[in-house]
């Protein structure tokens, strides 16, 4: 995936030379078309330098932030099945979906609050708990099938024990899933290090001195 990224980032910067020749190619055939008196006044070669660096910086910033937006995801995850249990608790115990969102806002991990107290504060400068709901959604799309039980249940009335329990496992699922998914990514991360670092270290501390060693006897 890098590769093709340098690849086409490559090719585009290569090939801005040539659209911009292009580009004085047209001005310069519109001025004769035109008639025009005045001389078209050549475009200054400074727009290389900021463009390249925005190419250059574009191309390089692209990894960092996808893997930004992957531990966040990964994060929220984590804090999910803590939120689901919580909510559990407070319908267990008798509060409306909104209580519980309620309680949830207020014990909650830190990553998910708030997207919680949101909700919370949505409602109560008069907007409807379902559209809180789709809002919360939106921003955080992990906390979507919590928010469509949420709603479900303010609506109709659905029973939100049973499915915020299936999710609760379905979400600890996912994370095993996950879990395991990156253990089995360690022996090829080893590689690095023990081909370029392990292996020259041993082969300098066992092979080399033998070798200056049958050098120096001769």
Known sequence: MVVIVLAVAWGAVASLPFVRFARRAEMRARARRLAVALPVPEPSPRWRLPCVVRVVAAVCTTPARRRADKRGAAAVLRELPVVIDLLAVAVGAGCTPYGAVEVAATWCPPLLRDALARVTRACGLGESFHGALRAAALRTPALAPVTDALDAAARLGAPIGPTLARLSAE???????????????????????????????FGLLTVAPVLLDGFATR
Request: no cysteine.
């Open 171 to 201: 979400t600890r699922g996912e994370l095993r899933r996950a879990a395991e998914t990156r253990a089995r990514t360690v022996p090829v991360r080893l590689l690095f290090p023990l081909v370029f670092l392990v292996l020259p270290a």
